[in-house]
């Protein structure tokens, strides 16, 4: 079945370091492809999305290329700043036929040292 | 801001007792789903809705029941509580176009069953 695979956290940088975070999936279609960011004691948030192969999404300085010919879709950020600090999580959906499930990674804690 | 509100956002209880939480829209959309988050797990998902009294059951579905009598509301019950249902639990709706349809989370409630 469709899965998704993230970096193990966590994850902890210096502010204007460079950012990181692999995604791998699996997935029988053609799935559409998620980052979603939880900050301490919030519910999650949609940070980016990519629908078809070689779209980037982008959004707060966080980019993810969807990869086919590797099934990834890394996260990256520049310059990361204390206030990026929080959960992120890497998640697919399936598209085909009438599915509207997520299949989400376990989720990768950055803290960002000022 | 997709409108989403959870109540109560905290609760606690004690085992055996039933508990329902309750999700509420301001938008009428018609995909709805509950999650509970757990510490090295992610996100599952228990149950979800694609309509008024039409649900159908998550990857974490026992012990759990849900109702949807209106569109703006999705009733998730604990039959009689657990301590292994301690965690947080989410709502959250989907919508857009076809690919990139999104979903879009609630703050969370806090569950505490002693």
């Known amino acids: ?114 | 801001d997709a409108g989403i509100t959870q109540s109560p956002r905290h609760k606690v209880t004690e085992t055996g007792t039933p508990v329902t939480l309750r999700c509420h829209q301001t938008e009428n959309h018609r995909y709805m789903y509950w999650y509970r988050q757990d510490p090295g797990h992610g996100l599952r998902l228990i149950h979800y809705s694609y309509g008024v009294k039409d649900t159908d059951k998550g990857e974490v579905s026992d012990g759990y029941s849900v109702s949807r009598s209106k569109t703006e509301d999705f009733l998730l019950t604990l039959e009689s509580a657990t301590s292994s249902q301690t965690s947080v639990y989410f709502c959250a709706i989907s919508f857009g176009t076809s690919g990139g349809e999104t979903q879009y989370f609630g703050p969370g409630t806090r569950l505490l069953v002693l």
């Open chain 1, 1 to 114: 079945g469709d899965s998704v695979t993230q970096m193990e956290g966590p994850v902890t940088l210096s502010e204007e370091a460079f950012l990181t975070i692999n995604c791998t999936y699996t997935a029988t279609g053609y799935p559409s492809l998620f980052w979603y960011v939880q900050y301490p004691g919030e519910g999650l948030q949609l940070l980016l999305k990519a629908t078809k192969a070689d779209d980037k999404g982008s959004n707060k300085g966080f980019e993810a290329t969807y990869r086919k010919e590797t099934t990834s879709f890394h996260l990256e950020k520049g310059s990361v700043q204390v206030s990026d600090s929080a959960v992120y999580f890497c998640a697919l959906r399936d598209n085909a036929g009438n599915n509207r499930k997520l299949i989400w990674g376990l989720g990768t804690s950055l803290a960002v040292n000022p």
